[in-house]
């Protein structure tokens, strides 16, 4: 099946500053693609899809001036968490849509952890 | 908007026992149901998913679900499962509308011991 890959798999950062997680679809052009946020022992909640060329959608409650996503290409979109805190620390894990198809794919996730 | 709820956070088996996960959503109109699973480490996978048709779905892994629109459920089955089976799982839904978004329910953490 298509791969998605994330990287980094792991960062610690120091608070107030920015990190950037990315999400490539390897194998396959992705339109759009989804940014999901996990909590220990909860659910994924959806932070935003991302369409290539226009900016992302985010969902209620979630920062667009704090959580910038980039999806300048087919196959990569990009997260970046801005002056990062403690709070932020969380698994982000991303999902690209196969476009003739529909199918979601998911990356490895990334966990974030501020310190 | 929609919901989607999963009662059993974390369920313990032995191997061969038989499995059912259950899944309940709250939408009103058209959806497409997905069981997802996260083995330790890995990224998620998808197991099965239902767009129309025969409400009993196969999957990989001898896996099934079962579609019940009166019950707005989708639990998930295996027969007998194996140590391997050993994640968590997830059912996700979304809206047969286009947006394509998936919401997920909390997730069920399936211990297998052999």
């Known amino acids: 099946g298509a791969v998605v890959s994330q990287h980094p798999s792991r960062v610690i950062c120091k608070s107030g500053t920015s990190v950037k997680i990315e999400c490539r679809s390897l194998d396959f052009q992705a339109t759009t693609m989804f940014w999901y946020r996990q909590f220990p022992k909860q659910s994924l909640m959806l932070m935003a899809t991302s369409n290539e060329g226009s900016k992302a959608t985010y969902e209620q409650g979630v920062e667009k001036d704090k959580f910038l996503i980039n999806h300048a290409s087919l196959t990569l979109s990009t997260l970046t968490v801005t002056s990062a805190h403690p709070e932020d620390s969380s698994f982000y894990i991303c999902s690209a849509r196969l476009a003739n198809t529909g199918e979601l794919f998911f990356g490895e996730g990334s966990r974030l952890t501020v310190l | 908007a929609q919901s989607v709820s999963q009662h059993n956070h974390h369920v313990i088996l032995s191997e061969a026992a038989s499995l059912e996960l259950g899944c309940n959503y709250s939408y009103g109109g058209t959806v497409n149901l997905f069981w997802y699973v996260q083995y330790p480490g890995q990224h998620l996978q998808l197991l099965l998913k239902?767009?129309?048709?025969?409400?009993l779905v196969k999957g990989i892994k001898g896996f099934e679900a079962e579609f019940i629109k009166s019950k707005f459920s989708f639990n998930l089955r295996k027969p007998s499962v194996q140590w391997s089976d050993t994640a968590e799982y997830f059912c996700a839904v979304n809206e047969d509308t286009g947006r394509r978004a998936l919401t997920f329910g909390s997730g069920t953490r399936l211990q297998v011991q052999p």
């Open positions: 239902y767009f129309s048709g025969d409400p």
